[in-house]
């Protein structure tokens, strides 16, 4: 990692000679909530004036880019009694700017489902080969909880991550293209008084968080309260509309389609994004659906999220944006559900005894 400084009037010649040579997207206003409050997606921009630096968060989030909500897979072409197969990729590039460090964590997640398996997803890689990315730092929002999952810092997964300190940014620079773009700006080495302002600005990021989820051993918890009633009070109140995982950015869970041209010289097959909370998601071949009732969907999305990915790369899943509890109709958020959960623990925990001593 290369560390730079440079004025906020120099970085906003930067963006805005990206921008104009470049398709970009950053946080944009698209409209108001019932509450009044912005609310802010990752739109195209054209200059740096498009741009809202001091957004909040964005409703969906960046995965979006590298992991479209529909993409073709491959067409058949049938001739005769025979068919081939065309498989073809579009990646353009694209610069992205302005992601939070929690949504940039979340694509490192990604990387390890869809690129360090047996079989990498061409698709996802050529997107993300093809992205340059821009992180810059916020102050937390009052339900935002990516300090208890460890995800309000990021030091990969970036081209070039901005630290506000003031009338500057500190610039993490991740990437010879990031580097060698810059070097057209007027930037310097971080001097002493550079690094005080960076480690004051981590420690006001790091006591501004309202929201802290004990997640402690949340995997063994699970396992313990496989069968608690917590999944039916929250599964009874779930409206399966699989909203969560769609403005999740690090779910990833999809559907494949396969379906004939209508001339039937041909037939395609689909990739969908798709949620455990829809009520078809474990139907499988002869309409059985191994998870009929919501609330045994709704605790396979936790178990995924806190516990199947924890045992198998040895991560929680869930990056802590809190998206899917702004974005739940039905009030369902992981810091109650997950709360719920442990206070069972802890009023079980009451009526036992202690472990019986060795005599
Ligand atoms: S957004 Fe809420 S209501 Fe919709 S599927 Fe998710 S938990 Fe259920
Ligand atoms: S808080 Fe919700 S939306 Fe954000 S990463 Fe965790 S599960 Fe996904």
């Not at 969906?60 to 990729?89: C, M, T, V």
């Not at 071949?285 to 009732?293: L, M, T, V």
């Not at 802890?346 to 005599?359: A, D, G, L, Q, Y």
Request: aromatic share 12%; with cysteine.
């Amino acid at each position: 990692m290369i560390y730079k400084v440079i004025s906020k009037k120099e970085f906003t010649g930067f963006v805005d000679a990206l921008v104009h040579s470049n398709r970009s997207f950053g946080p944009k206003q698209v409209a108001t909530d019932h509450r009044g409050n912005a609310v802010y997606q990752f739109q195209p921009v054209h200059s740096v004036a498009d741009i809202a630096f001091d957004y909040s968060a964005t409703a969906s989030s960046a995965k979006h880019f590298f992991l479209p909500f529909r993409e073709e897979l491959s067409h058949f072409h049938f001739h005769g009694n025979d068919w081939e197969q065309q498989i073809s990729y579009e990646a353009n590039p694209v610069v992205l700017i302005g992601l939070r460090a929690c949504d940039i964590s979340a694509l490192n997640i990604l990387d390890d489902v869809l690129l360090n398996g047996h079989f990498p997803s061409p698709g996802y890689l050529a997107r993300r080969k093809n992205s340059f990315v821009i992180g810059m730092d916020h102050l937390p929002l009052p339900d935002c909880f990516c300090k208890s999952m460890n995800h309000h810092t990021v030091t990969t997964g970036f081209n070039l991550f901005c630290s506000d300190i003031g009338d500057h940014y500190y610039l993490s620079i991740n990437s010879s293209k990031a580097f060698n773009f810059l070097r057209e700006f007027e930037t310097r080495e971080p001097n002493y008084d550079d690094n005080c302002m960076l480690v004051e600005r981590r420690k006001l990021i790091q006591n501004g968080f309202q929201t802290d989820i004990d997640v402690t051993a949340l995997p063994t918890i699970l396992d313990i309260e496989f069968d608690s009633p917590v999944w039916e009070k929250w599964g009874d109140k779930c409206l399966n509309c699989g909203t969560c995982a769609m403005v999740c950015p690090s779910c990833y869970c999809y559907s494949l389609t396969e379906s004939f041209d209508t001339n039937l010289n041909g037939a395609s097959r689909e990739k969908k994004l798709y949620s455990c909370n829809l009520v078809d998601f474990a139907v499988v071949a002869g309409g059985h659906n191994f998870r009929p009732k919501n609330g045994d969907r709704l605790k396979y999305r936790y178990y995924h999220q806190h516990r199947g990915f924890a045992e198998n790369a040895s991560q929680q899943i869930c990056v802590g944006c809190n998206r899917c509890g702004r974005a739940c109709l039905a009030g369902i958020n992981p810091k109650d559900v997950i709360n719920d959960l442990r206070m069972e623990k802890e009023s079980c925990m009451t009526c036992v005894s202690s472990s019986p001593r060795k005599i």
